[in-house]
């Protein structure tokens, strides 16, 4: 885990990471006589990193792989509906 200073000039232990950007982009937007025409509309994009939540979503995911591959050794374990989706969806993509 990252040290980083926060802003009384403490030791935090978990990081906060925030990033933005101001971006350009076209979309379609209907006139009142019904025509699409193609307006640039200005958009500000944020992303933000903390490491608690990543560390959180990947357990979540380890959780959700484990029980996909137990899905795949014994399907019996599961109920009819839950075998049926993963059966039709995802088995390729777990193996």
Request: with cysteine.
């Amino acid at each position: 885990m990252a040290f980083q200073v926060d802003g009384n000039g403490n030791n935090a232990h978990s990081v906060f990471k925030m990033k933005s950007r101001l971006s350009a982009r076209e979309i379609p937007v209907t006139t009142l006589g019904g025509k699409e025409k193609k307006r640039t509309v200005h958009e500000k994009h944020v992303v933000f990193y903390i490491d608690k939540y990543a560390e959180r979503a990947r357990k979540e995911r380890a959780l959700a792989i484990a029980k996909a591959r137990d899905l795949l050794k014994t399907p019996f374990k599961f109920d009819q509906s839950t075998s049926l989706f993963f059966t039709l969806c995802c088995q390729s993509r777990v193996t």
